[in-house]
T-cell receptor, first 111, second 108 residues
Framework: EAQVTQNPRYLITVTGKKLTVTCSQNMNHEYMSWYRQDPGLGLRQIYYSMNVEVTDKGDVPEGYKVSRKEKRNFPLILESPSPNQTSLYFC??????????FGPGTRLTVL | LAKTTQPISMDSYEGQEVNITCSHNNIATNDYITWYQQFPSQGPRFIIQGYKTKVTNEVASLFIPADRKSSTLSLPRVSLSDTAVYYCLVQGTYKYIFGTGTRLKVLA
C-alpha cells in the first residue's frame, strides 16, 4: 500500500531533550516536506527536500533540523525542544509539485 | 509567496452545492492553486489543483478567474461526510503556503 508513515505518533518530552521524528514514504517521491499545525494558524511548512541531499527552509524553520540521506526517509530533528514546539506535525511527499500525500501526524508535547 | 485568505467557517445542508472562495492577491505567474480536505486527527488529502480557468474532477470543481487573484472550490451536492476543514494552497516552486482553512459543517 502506498503510504507515508511517521513515528512516533504521540510523544511527550521535556524541554531540551533531543528528539527525532521519522518519516518514510514508499512511493519513490523526490519531494518531501514537514509541516506543523497549530490551532488558528493552519499548516505551516518547516522544511522541505526536493531530492536526496537537497533541503531548504520553509516558513518556520527555527529550532528544527532535517536530513535527506535516502530518498524514502526525511527525519525531523529537534535538537533542544521547547514548549513552543508543542504541536501536531505532518510529513508529506509528492512527485514534483503534484498532489502531496500526508502522513498520519505526530502529536508532540514539550513540557 | 502569496498569502491566502479564506472564510473561517461555513454551514450547508445535505444535497446543496457549496462554494468556498480563497483570496490570493499576490499570486505569482508560475504559482498553482491546490485545495486539500482534512478530517480531525488525519493528514490533509488532495482534492483538486489548477492554474487558470476551470478544472473538474470526480469530487469537485475549481474556478480561477483570469486575474488569478482568487479561486473558488465548488463541492456539488454535499453530504454529512464532507464535514471537514478545507485548505487553499498556493504552490510556488516547492515552497508552500497554506491558508488557515475553512471549516465546513454539513447539516442534515
Amino acid at each position: 500500500e502506498a503510504q507515508v508513515t511517521q513515528n512516533p505518533r504521540y510523544l511527550i518530552t521535556v524541554t531540551g531533550k533531543k528528539l527525532t521524528v521519522t518519516c518514510s514514504q514508499n512511493m519513490n517521491h523526490e519531494y518531501m516536506s514537514w509541516y506543523r499545525q497549530d490551532p488558528g494558524l493552519g499548516l505551516r511548512q518547516i522544511y522541505y527536500s526536493m531530492n536526496v541531499e537537497v533541503t531548504d527552509k520553509g516558513d518556520v524553520p527555527e529550532g528544527y533540523k532535517v536530513s535527506r540521506k535516502e530518498k524514502r526517509n526525511f527525519p525531523l530533528i529537534l535538537e533542544s525542544p521547547s514548549p513552543n514546539q508543542t504541536s501536531l506535525y505532518f510529513c508529506a511527499s509528492s512527485f514534483g509539485e503534484n498532489e502531496q500525500f500526508f502522513g498520519p501526524g505526530t502529536r508532540l508535547t514539550v513540557l | 509567496l502569496a498569502k491566502t485568505t479564506q472564510p473561517i467557517s461555513m454551514d450547508s445542508y445535505e444535497g446543496q452545492e457549496v462554494n468556498i472562495t480563497c483570496s490570493h492577491n499576490n499570486i505569482a505567474t508560475n504559482d498553482y492553486i491546490t485545495w486539500y480536505q482534512q478530517f480531525p486527527s488525519q493528514g490533509p488529502r488532495f482534492i483538486i489543483q489548477g492554474y487558470k480557468t476551470k478544472v473538474t474532477n470526480e469530487v469537485a470543481s475549481l474556478f480561477i478567474p483570469a486575474d488569478r487573484k482568487s479561486s473558488t472550490l465548488s463541492l456539488p451536492r454535499v453530504s454529512l461526510s464532507d464535514t471537514a476543514v478545507y485548505y487553499c494552497l498556493v504552490q510556488g516552486t516547492y515552497k508552500y503556503i497554506f491558508g488557515t482553512g475553512t471549516r465546513l459543517k454539513v447539516l442534515a
